[in-house]
């Protein structure tokens, strides 16, 4: 299952054709109120890279020093990038290949690289070692795959003692060696000094989820292919879960969002909604003349309709249902950052993607209430986000 890597590659490689297209899903008509809106620093564009994971945590943390009220900083994804590929391959011959092996990753990711080897400002690691004006790993990827796929088969009947220079090598060749030692304005850092400097500890921060096939208010790694580091979240039933999105937005801090972007209800154009598939919500006062279609043509006919639609109203049951049957996957990370309403009062989630600005809102998605609640996999939040009474529930301070 590798729906992240397909939605963050094809998705942003792909995005240019896609909003060129007839939108499946009309939005001329929306018009949204902003409600509450966080700083975040400027979109930028992952291209073709399946590496949102690290655009958006890393967009999060950009986030959190500005509510910090520290000045704006650009961090480098492809730092991020090197050491959890490289971190990656270790665990892959470690597992004997049990293990997924592919561009797309976690917020768990960025956080354990941010504590264990620092960080670098992008100017000092953008990554574009290869002749490209912008991220494209299809060569990169194809390669590291093939090489660690190489080494467990263990041609030699014993692993080399250079299989991991040779691995790191080719990690030097695309995107550039890792910086030991940079300036900024006269001063000296390391990774590590520049990330004590920015001033963010990863223990003031928290993953979240909500699935009822394991314990709530008890902390598992999510089941999902690229959690490969095994990080584990905590986990709310969805009435708390909601509290928290609602909760942090309204008292200024962003949000690192995990989710399925891969439903028709996630628009190429910046709107992402969750449509109830009802016959009587089909556009029109005469019903009886739509009795007859298919399911296919009905869900077409509601997602083609202009304008805000009656959304699933989502429970438990239902989150769970979608994960189970592989309907709601680890496909996107983004950045949540303010809410707003629609025309009708319908509230919404607004969000920070990865694939540039050409789109209808310059980078930016409005995600209904309904589809963030069905469909995230998870979302990382600073502790002080988090309702004090849940925070106890979880045993965190």
């Given at each position: 299952m590798n729906k992240l890597l397909l939605s963050c590659i094809l998705a942003s490689f792909?995005?240019?054709?896609?909003?060129a297209e007839k939108e499946t899903a009309a939005v001329d008509t929306f018009q949204f109120t902003i409600v509450k809106e966080n700083?975040?620093?400027?979109?930028?564009?992952?291209?073709?890279?399946?590496?949102?994971?690290?655009?958006?945590?890393?967009?999060?943390?950009?986030?959190?020093?500005?509510?910090?009220?520290?000045?704006?900083?650009?961090?480098?994804?492809?730092?991020?990038?090197?050491?959890?590929?490289?971190?990656?391959?270790?665990?892959?011959?470690?597992?004997?290949?049990?293990?997924?092996?592919?561009?797309?990753?976690?917020?768990?990711d960025v956080m354990y690289v941010l504590k264990n080897y620092g960080i670098v400002p992008e100017q000092q690691m953008n990554g574009l070692?290869?002749?490209?004006?912008?991220?494209?790993?299809?060569?990169?990827?194809?390669?590291?795959?093939?090489?660690?796929?190489?080494?467990?088969?263990?041609?030699?009947?014993?692993?080399?003692?250079?299989?991991?220079?040779?691995?790191?090598?080719?990690?030097?060749?695309y995107l550039g060696k890792l910086p030991t030692e940079f300036s900024i304005d006269g001063k000296n850092y390391s990774p590590q000094t520049y990330a004590q400097w920015l001033g963010l500890n990863m223990d003031d921060y928290i993953s979240l989820t909500s699935f009822n096939h394991q314990p709530f208010y008890t902390k598992f790694a999510i089941e999902i292919p690229d959690n490969w580091r095994w990080g584990e979240s905590y986990n709310l039933p969805l009435d708390e879960f909601a509290k928290v999105f609602e909760n942090a937005v309204n008292k200024g801090f962003s949000i690192a969002w995990g989710s399925d972007v891969s439903e028709k209800g996630f628009t190429r154009n910046g709107v992402a909604v969750n449509p109830e598939l009802k016959k009587e919500n089909l556009p029109g006062s005469d019903q009886a003349r739509w009795l007859n279609i298919s399911q296919k043509e009905m869900e077409a006919k509601i997602?083609?309709?202009?304008?805000?639609?009656?959304?699933?109203?989502?429970?438990?049951?239902?989150?769970?249902?979608?994960?189970?049957n592989y309907q709601t996957t680890d496909d996107h990370g983004m950045v949540i950052y303010g809410s707003a309403r629609d025309q009708n009062g319908g509230k919404y989630y607004m969000v920070k993607n990865s694939w540039g600005t050409d789109s209808k809102y310059k980078g930016i998605w409005y995600a209904s209430e309904s589809f963030v609640l069905h469909k995230t996999i998870n979302i990382v939040v600073h502790k002080d986000a988090v309702p004090k009474d849940i925070l106890k529930k979880l045993g965190q301070k």
């Open positions: 792909t995005f240019s054709a896609f909003a700083k975040i620093t400027p979109v930028k564009n992952q291209a073709s890279s399946g590496t949102c994971w690290s655009f958006s945590g890393l967009g999060f943390f950009e986030a959190e020093l500005l509510r910090m009220g520290k000045p704006e900083v650009d961090l480098s994804e492809m730092f991020v990038v090197y050491h959890s590929y490289s971190d990656k391959a270790d665990k892959y011959v470690r597992t004997n290949g049990h293990i997924n092996f592919a561009a797309g990753g976690s917020f768990h070692n290869y002749g490209e004006e912008n991220h494209r790993h299809g060569e990169l990827d194809a390669l590291t795959e093939s090489y660690v796929k190489t080494v467990v088969r263990n041609p030699n009947r014993k692993l080399s003692t250079a299989w991991k220079a040779g691995f790191d090598g080719i990690l030097d060749a997602l083609a309709a202009k304008g805000p639609q009656p959304e699933v109203k989502v429970s438990q049951e239902l989150r769970q249902e979608g994960f189970d």
